[in-house]
């Protein structure tokens, strides 16, 4: 009897290696089957590219606000209330917004994961200012031919051209060629974070 024709290993059957979603190679890891799909989930979330979205414009007529600084540092821990180390007060208005761009400055929610090495996270909010001069090495947000959102990344070079870089290893930069177009919306000047649930 001889034997079937089917099964068993068979030379290059399979998928080929780096042939995923990922371009590379796989290993298997076992997984508790309670959080299979909050893996991919998270997985899926990390290959979201980072959007700027809901621009909002800065009040020409802020509240000010004056918090007060401290001249030591503090490793962690509170500082000592003790008048010899008041150095000043801080107004957060001329510390986020560039004198004289009030009405250029827009802030942006951030979504996606694109720029997660650079330390701008999904949901996070930044502020963009749309007069100054972006330079290479910028974090800027702009608008592709190849895309309607405002996209998030460090304007680079790539060859001798320009390119537009993201801050996650999965992402590849994007690059452009003869009768593309690219529009630098703004520069982003400064990334607001809550560490509290709710903003609160």
């Known amino acids: ?44 979330a ?8 809901q621009p909002r414009p800065i009040s020409l007529t802020p509240l000010t606000v004056a918090l007060t600084t401290f001249a030591s ?15 000043d007060s801080i107004d957060l208005n001329a510390e986020l917004i560039i004198h004289g761009h009030e009405a250029a400055t827009f802030v942006l929610r951030v979504k996606g994961w694109s720029m997660m090495n650079a330390g701008i996270f999904e949901g996070d909010r930044i502020m963009v200012d749309r007069a100054l001069t972006p330079k290479q090495g ?21 060859d001798g051209k320009v390119a537009l870089l993201a801050e996650n290893p999965h992402f590849k930069p994007i690059t452009f060629e003869e009768g593309d177009t690219l529009e630098i919306w703004g520069v982003v000047t400064n990334c607001l974070r809550s560490f509290r649930r709710g903003g609160r």
């Open 1 to 44: 009897m001889s034997p079937p024709d089917h099964g068993g290993f068979r030379p290059a059957a399979g998928r080929k290696p780096g042939s995923g979603l990922y371009g590379e190679p796989t290993q298997p890891v076992r997984v508790p089957t309670s959080q299979v799909e909050t893996v991919l989930a998270f997985l899926d």
């Open 46 to 53: 990390y290959r979201q590219p980072a959007i700027a979205e």
């Open 73 to 87: 540092r503090v490793p962690a821990g509170f500082p000592s209330p003790a008048a010899d180390y008041i150095d």
């Open 138 to 158: 910028d974090v800027v947000v702009a608008i592709t031919s190849n895309g309607s959102d405002l996209t998030i990344k460090r304007l680079g070079m790539i």
